[in-house]
């Protein structure tokens, strides 16, 4: 059978994917690239906003107009807060709820009748075509999340926290890095939370993951700024972990942050940033930010973007406010005019350019090791521009000759200048 697996939302899907394509291998089918190519079709849906809903039912709409043959499962948060409209949708053969996603391919076997003999070869390098041809992986380690910020439905979709055992992600860990995978992101609904089911945390992984695996490169997804275990921070010794965290602030207002019911105050958001900056030399953070929550005003919102500016982020994913039914903020009064939220959300994307900007040039001049990625632009007279990443998340930019590929190798190179979205960089031995 040839499967087409496609996602929408966060790392956590893209993770979620990951292990299905195995999986799928594993039972004897192959992983196709191509939708039109394939006979089952599995979507992993997202329903973070109300537009993330709407393209998730356009996507199931799309992918069955495309090849109407195919069947079709939906899974996601989408599907599992809208269960009976996600079935409804012309094409759907099966509707897979995100607690059930531990069984979607069983599931997705038994309940459409594909069971087959496997028929691939599962030597090591051989199970997930799906990862062939990439340079990272990611890998889910924790689902659920205990809190509920009033804006926030993935933590309805999701459901309680639960943390997968530290063994079970050595493991793939290790057999990704057998196929090949150079650089391996944990993902989780709130990643700070892993272990509180299990009786140990983050760091407690972490430390196995460094310890264990040889994995080169060991990033981490989106983590809230809380929960922080107390020798967390000393991991980043290891030069293995890279030197970059995302930490969704959401507002720099006390005030706003209350009513979002985050947990972590600008003071306490300050002081970690410092410690990540003192102790290791261009830490990159990044963040996202909520322009227009419900009852921002003026103050709260010049308030914001001075914290902001203050902090310093290399990025900033930006958001601007819209209601999302089932949340509390939904019902919050003083919703803030479309208006006021463009204009708002304007000055941020421009302080945020500005920010990225001062980011990157901190970096020119600095000798780094860069993994090299397979895509690549095609230039005149023979050459080709590919692009890689730095320890702190940098993309970089090198020209190479068209017959050369240096796709998943990790090379020292010179950042030389900015460019629009990218360093440059020559790598070291050339220079």
């Given at each position: 059978m040839?499967?087409?697996?496609k ?6 899907n ?10 799928f ?5 192959q ?23 709407r ?20 899974s996601g948060?989408?599907?599992?807060l ?10 759907v ?6 607690k059930d ?19 691939m070869s ?7 075509l ?6 990272r992986a990611?890998?889910?380690v ?44 944990l ?15 983050l ?8 310890t ?7 990033r ?43 947990r972590?105050?600008?003071?306490e ?10 102790q ?25 973007y ?40 304007q ?18 001049g ?6 090299w990625?397979?895509?690549s ?15 702190n998340?940098l993309k ?13 190798q ?10 629009d979205?990218?360093?440059?960089g ?6």
């Open positions: 040839k499967v087409h697996l996602t929408l939302g966060c790392r956590l893209e993770a979620e994917l990951e292990t299905w394509a195995q999986a291998q594993k039972s004897g089918h992983i196709m690239r191509q939708a039109e190519a394939a006979n089952l079709i599995v979507i992993n849906s997202c329903a973070v906003t109300q537009d993330a809903a393209k998730s039912r356009q996507l199931v709409r799309r992918i069955h107009r495309d090849n109407p043959q195919a069947k079709l499962v939906v948060c989408y599907a599992t809208n269960q009976e409209e996600a079935a409804s949708l012309m094409g053969d099966l509707v897979i709820s995100n996603k531990d069984q979607l391919v069983e599931r997705t076997l038994t309940e459409l009748n594909m069971e087959v003999m496997p028929a599962t030597e090591p390098g051989e199970i997930s799906f990862t062939r041809g990439r340079q990611f890998v889910k924790q689902d659920g999340c205990r809190y509920r910020c009033t804006f926030c439905i993935v933590t309805v979709a999701r459901g309680e926290e639960s943390s997968r055992p530290v063994q079970a992600v050595l493991d793939e860990i290790n057999a990704l890095h057998q196929q090949g995978i150079t650089e391996v992101i993902t989780g609904v709130h990643l700070g939370g892993y272990g509180s089911d299990l009786g140990n945390n760091s407690d992984l972490i430390s196995a993951i460094l264990e695996t040889t994995i080169p490169r060991l981490l997804g989106s983590l809230e700024p809380w929960e922080l275990p107390d020798n967390f921070f000393t991991l980043f010794e290891n030069p293995r972990l890279m030197p970059h965290l995302h930490l969704p602030l959401q507002s720099g207002s006390d005030t706003v942050l209350r009513r979002m019911a985050r972590c105050k600008t003071e958001f300050a002081t970690i940033v410092k410690q990540l900056r003192v290791i030399p261009h830490f990159n953070i990044t963040t996202d930010i909520i322009v227009g929550f419900p009852g921002e005003t003026e103050e709260e919102w010049q308030a914001s001075d914290f902001i500016k203050q902090i310093g982020f290399g990025h900033i994913h930006i958001f601007t406010y819209s209601s999302r039914e089932g949340t509390k903020a939904a019902t919050l009064p003083n919703q803030v005019a479309t208006e006021i939220k463009k204009s708002r959300s000055q941020l994307h421009n302080l945020a350019n500005t920010m990225k900007q001062a980011f990157c040039q901190e970096n020119v600095k000798l780094f090791p860069v993994l990625e397979g895509y632009e095609p230039l005149a007279n023979g050459k080709q521009r590919v692009f890689g990443y730095t320890p998340y970089v930019a090198s020209v190479i000759n068209s017959d050369e590929s240096i796709e998943n990790t090379l020292m190179t010179q950042l030389t200048t900015v460019e979205g990218y360093m440059v020559y790598r070291a031995e050339f220079r």
